[in-house]
């Protein structure tokens, strides 16, 4: 293996565990909610609040890390970025009070979205050094992640969060220090070549905010999937444990996609990935809502899921030919459909039936496959 392949290598790996660390962090956010409002003694409306301050954090986050998201700064940004949510989830657990909350909240969300940035940024980089596709395996270690953060919220139940979200924050403010040299030396491992017309900034504007427009799309999938998947299988009159597992399911087939969405996008490219799943996305959720049926919306959402899985990763890789900027820009607008989406679909159901709100996504996800070819054309692998 010569010198330059070893130096990708160590990248992709190192890049894989500050996606994984991620994944969990988030997971074990949101999986012990209840408790973190339970200590604080918050009402509905008060962890909305907080809910809305760790959003607020995230956008200023992810504007400020793309600002700041030069070649030379990426490493102390990884680190930086860790290290900070790491804190700020340690200090979630430990707050008490609803003002105090919505302080650390804002700061883990800054955090989160610092780090999202340098994350990508990096992650394309690597890409274009490898020259060929990694960022969906990057992204499917987030899932990965996720899964594996959920999975350990739901073993820990009887732990108190405090001492879970310190435990976490501990463990994974270890692992980054311990990994600190090997970051540091990303700067030098990862020299993109970008396309003449793109470093001009030829159409960027109009390209970016179509890649924001498609990532919103995305997400607000994502964000439907989160908060009404196991509603919707509770209307069928599932039980609670099954109707539990439709996010389970949509998670796991996301994860898949993503570990093969690399080899298929070097087979076929990115946005014949990207038009293929989102269209079997379209099919996959329609068919759920509309069967009637337990195990068909059970495959609907897990269809989804797959469906989808190869959006995020195209859309941010196309993003980061553009610059660390364009990525913020993508980010912020798919972040605003992901927080958008739960309460869209909600106000959809109340005016008309939940089946028929979850036809948005599905109809989304047909969008996206409309408009992929014209936004991913000539910026992907």
Known sequence: MSRANASVRHSRVLLTGYFLGL?????????????????????????????????????????????????DRLPL??????VALAA??????????????????????????????????????????????VMSSLHAAYSIGALGGAALAAVTARTAHSILFLATGLALTATVLVAGPRT???????????????????????????????AAASLLGEGAAADWAAVHLHTLHASTALSA?????????????????????????????????AALAAAGLATGVLADSVPMALAGWAVFGLGLSGTVPSLITAAGIHGPRAVATVSVTGYLGLLAGPAIIGALASATTLPTALLLPALLAAALATLTRRALENTTP
Request: aromatic share 4%; glycine share 14%.
């Open 77 to 82: 940004l990884l680190i930086g970025g860790a």
């Open 245 to 277: 597992t439709a996010f389970a399911l949509y998670s796991t087939g996301m994860a898949i996609g993503r570990l093969a969405g690399d080899r298929l996008t070097a087979a076929i490219g990115a946005p014949a990935v990207v038009r293929t799943g």
């Open 88 to 133: 700020a989830l340690a200090l979630l657990g430990q707050c008490r009070t609803p003002v105090s909350l919505l302080a650390a909240a804002l700061a883990f969300g800054a955090a989160h979205g610092v780090l999202d940035v340098a994350a990508n940024t990096a992650a394309v980089r690597c890409q274009n050094a490898a020259d060929r596709p």
């Open 23 to 71: 994944g969990v962090v988030m997971a074990v956010w949101g999986a012990r909610m209840p408790a973190v409002q339970h200590a604080a003694h918050l009402t509905t409306a008060g962890l909305s609040l907080v809910l809305l301050a760790a959003a607020v954090g995230i956008v200023a986050g992810l504007q400020a890390g793309g600002r700041l998201a030069r070649p």
């Open 184 to 214: 540091l030396a990303l700067s030098g491992a990862d020299q993109p070549k970008l396309p003449e017309p793109l470093v001009a900034g030829q159409g960027r504007a109009g390209s970016v905010w179509l890649l924001g427009a498609l």
